[in-house]
């Protein structure tokens, strides 16, 4: 009985660990390429992007934030990277700058959440649609294509013995950093505490402007980072490039709320919903599932996500996004 | 004397909210045509049984008997029809509509589909004729631009637009200037002669009590006490059921070793103030006292850089502050505790120990990353010597009572070197063991040489806590109380 009980309380608030591993079994079975190393290699460069956009819109939704324009952040920025390039810009200063035009971004949305006061939702599909047009005015809606130098796809094509893609080093690196700082240092305990109470945050001394402010820089730094990783990988610019990460990052950010701190957006949970959602993805993609139905089970787990959460918490928990 | 007949009864009512019992095993006896008083601290369960008898809470056991029939309301707008209204503490009005508007609410005269406006304002003045309370009310008003007294007066004038037999009254007068209140509990009474209205009033105001009601029911912390008569009305007595307690010994023994100035606030103007000045000593309480709305918070929040300022300075140990901000006065060791702690003081989704922590995470863990077991650490040592009652440091805020939540926000403070402590209205809806526990830490405080700017909302409170008093109305200072002449009549002469 006591072994039983034991067991329930480390399956507790782990719902989703479960569920990850399961699903990896179910699709080990019925694909004998899901646990080959080529497709595990690239299921890891996959969540490197959207892992690393995860990690920021995470950031920001502790706060009681929102963000939707980072598709199409990412998808300028790396238009941005490639144009310079060919036009004979050092890579590695278009990737510094593309991580600087990523922060950039990051106030644009600061500015206007934070300081103007729109809410979060409003502006950030006004600088999602306004950069998605510029995207589709500089390249005249086709993919562009430019000159880069070999060396370019080392960061998103690169592996180290053999297998482990340097992205995902970077991705991991990023992960335990965000970790740490979101569940370890006194700023990150600021941003849970903006999100659970703002006003009495104030009342303590924090300055929730700030502490807002701050988070969307950091995401827009976090943006900058995986357009590198993306540019390195694609070497092209679709119109489209980025929306295909949107639905699946910000799933995981309700789908971690269910884990960990239930009810809160945090860290840990982003991590593991992005690395369940890259799983799903590709385990759908391996069965020969049409790829739009990952639209339909992005949709489904985003409703079945925050019912749990709705179900099993009272409200008032913590901001009001959830 | 003949036995009048029982219009309402309950019979061991009981009601929880969480862990805490605001009504338990109630029994009380409501006859026709009395004015029952209803009496007890904050906290002490009045505001959650008459929302019961209204129907605006369900009750978990015991039973209502309402004119010899058992009930049990669905829904407050049940109640109402069968003759029970309560007018509130803080009227439920909707502000842009006007008094007649606002009076017919959820009842209009209609014309076809349309409203018939004329019609709600001549019902409206038929009822102002027939309760003439303040027949000067200009029906077309839009609420919004009422003063608190006339907000009152359309409240009262809702509820007796349904033709109650009962009417409910929760504090009517606490926000209405002297002579609004007096013509008020005129008509209270003279409604009551003339059409045999059964009331409950409920007031801190023990006076007023003695004045119109013809008995008084004493609650303390959900339970009945006990019931007085108009002819055994005494001012000690009541206060003692109340409280349970002598008031001497209720509250600690106030400062005897007063030293110099501490904090000043000079010549403050802003938006509600008006040349406001106070100032707190070493060792002393100083209280803020006057109706609400009069300006108590707004100045301390001015003073903690939470509001702005027109003009006026802050000098702390005789330097002036300059841009005086929170985490400016949160440095110099001048904290506050805001009056509503759900809104303005409780992280929910924290842990005990993170509420504690987070006003003093920087000086208090100097290294970059926190660890829970140093944090855990401190917290728990101040749980203990603020007597809290908790089960693990770790478990959520949420589990807490409400004493011991707010227990959790006084420790957060003094996790530091505290210089001043100002506290709003620190003791609001907790029991009666934590409020003793609050006023001790206060008064240790002080013994340590640190002042305290303490607002309170009930005056035997204030009478109990402070060694000087400055009274507020309307944003201005009115009086500066010392010791010796603290008492009632004083503080109710100047804050009115």
């Known amino acids: 009985m006591a072994n039983n009980n034991g067991i329930l309380k480390i399956l507790k608030n782990r719902e989703l660990l479960v569920m990850a591993f399961l699903l990896i079994i179910f699709f080990s079975i019925t694909s004998n390429r899901f646990l080959s190393p080529s497709n595990i290699s690239n299921v890891l460069m996959n969540i490197s992007v959207s892992g690393i956009l995860a990690l920021g819109l995470a950031l920001v939704m502790i706060n009681g934030d929102f963000d939707l324009s980072f598709g199409s952040a990412l998808g300028l920025l790396n238009l941005f990277i490639l144009m310079f390039v060919d036009k004979g810009w050092n890579v590695w200063v278009m990737f510094a700058l593309a991580i600087v035009g990523g922060i950039l971004w990051g106030m644009l949305n600061a500015i206007l959440v934070v300081q103007i006061k729109i809410h979060a939702f409003v502006a950030t599909i006004a600088t999602w649609t306004m950069c998605r047009g510029f995207i589709y005015w500089i390249n005249g809606g086709k993919t562009f294509y430019g000159k880069y130098p070999d060396f370019m796809t080392i960061i998103g094509r690169g592996t180290v013995f053999g297998y482990i893609p340097i992205s995902s080093i970077i991705f991991i690196g990023a992960a335990i950093i965000v970790f740490l700082l979101a569940n370890r240092s006194k700023f990150g305990r600021y941003i849970y505490a903006v999100g659970s109470n703002a006003d009495a945050a104030e009342y303590v001394g924090i300055n929730s402007k700030r502490i807002r402010f701050t988070s969307y820089l950091l995401q827009g730094l976090l943006i900058g980072l995986s357009t590198v990783i993306l540019s390195s990988k694609l070497t092209s610019g679709p119109a489209t490039a980025g929306d295909g990460f949107q639905m699946t990052v910000i799933a995981s950010a309700f789908l971690g709320a269910t884990v960990f701190k239930p009810g809160l957006v945090n860290i840990g949970g982003s991590i593991l919903g992005i690395l369940l959602l890259s799983i799903i993805e590709n385990g759908l993609i391996m069965l020969g599932v049409p790829f739009y139905f990952k639209y339909i089970v992005q949709g489904l787990i985003i409703i079945g996500a925050v019912s749990f959460i709705s179900l099993k918490n009272k409200r008032s928990e913590g901001p009001a996004i959830l | ?496």
């Open chain 2, 1 to 496: 004397m003949a036995t009048k007949e029982i219009i309402m009864s309950t019979t061991k009512l009981n009601k929880s909210f969480g862990v805490t019992h605001a009504v338990i095993n109630l029994d009380i006896t409501i006859e026709k045509g009395d004015i029952m008083g209803l009496v007890g601290e904050n906290g002490a369960g009045k505001s959650t049984l008459i929302k019961i008898l209204g129907g605006e809470y369900y009750l978990d056991s015991g039973q209502i008997t309402y004119q010899n029939k058992i009930i049990s309301w669905n829904s407050s707008a049940e109640a109402l029809k069968k003759g029970i209204a309560i007018v509130h503490q803080h009227p439920l009005l909707v502000f842009s509509l006007n008094a007649a508007e606002n009076i017919f609410l959820g009842k209009e005269f209609t014309q076809g589909i349309f409203l018939d406006e004329k019609k709600s304002i001549e019902e409206s003045k038929k009822l102002v004729k027939q309760y003439p309370i303040y027949p000067e009310l200009d029906l077309e008003k839009p609420v919004i631009e009422m003063s608190a007294g006339e907000k009152e007066v359309v409240e009262i004038l809702k509820a007796l637009s349904y033709n109650p037999k009962i009417l409910i009254l929760d504090e009517p007068t606490a926000s209405l200037p002297k002579d609004e209140a007096e013509s008020l509990l005129k008509l209270l009474v003279d409604l009551n002669r003339k059409k045999e209205m059964t009331m409950i009033y409920i007031s801190h105001k023990l006076e007023e009590t003695f004045e119109i009601c013809n008995k008084i029911t004493v609650m303390r912390n959900g339970e009945n006490i006990g019931m007085l008569t108009n002819e055994h009305f005494d001012k000690n007595k009541l206060v003692k059921m109340m409280i349970n307690q002598d008031i001497s010994e209720f509250y600690p023994e106030k400062s005897s070793q007063i030293g110099k100035v501490l904090l000043e606030a000079n010549h403050i103007n802003s938006k509600v103030l008006k040349d406001v000045s106070i100032h707190v000593h070493e060792g002393e309480i100083v209280g803020l006292y006057g109706l609400i709305g009069a300006g108590m918070t707004e100045l301390v929040e001015s003073i903690y850089g939470l509001q702005p300022f027109q003009s006026g300075e802050i000098i702390f140990n005789q330097k002036k502050i300059l841009h005086p901000h929170v985490d400016m006065m949160v440095h110099h060791g001048i904290y506050l505790i805001p009056a509503d702690r759900h809104q303005y003081g409780l992280f929910p989704s924290f842990s005990v120990s993170e509420n504690i922590t987070i006003a003093h995470l920087f000086s208090l863990f100097p290294e970059f990353l926190l660890t829970r077991y140093k944090e855990n650490q401190v917290a728990t040592k101040e749980a203990e010597q603020m007597n809290l009652k908790y089960a693990d440091i770790n478990q959520s805020i949420k589990e807490l009572s409400g004493g011991n939540q707010q227990k959790v926000i006084v420790a957060r403070w003094l996790l530091k070197e505290c210089n001043v402590l100002i506290v709003d209205d620190p003791t609001v809806g907790i029991d009666i063991g934590a409020k003793r526990d609050i006023y001790r830490i206060l008064r240790e405080l002080n013994s340590h040489h640190k002042g305290i700017i303490f607002i309170s909302s009930e005056i035997n409170e204030i009478i109990g806590m402070a060694d000087r008093i400055y009274t507020m109305r309307r944003g201005i200072i009115t009086a500066e109380l010392p010791k010796d002449e603290i008492n009632q009549e004083n503080i109710l002469k100047n804050i009115l």
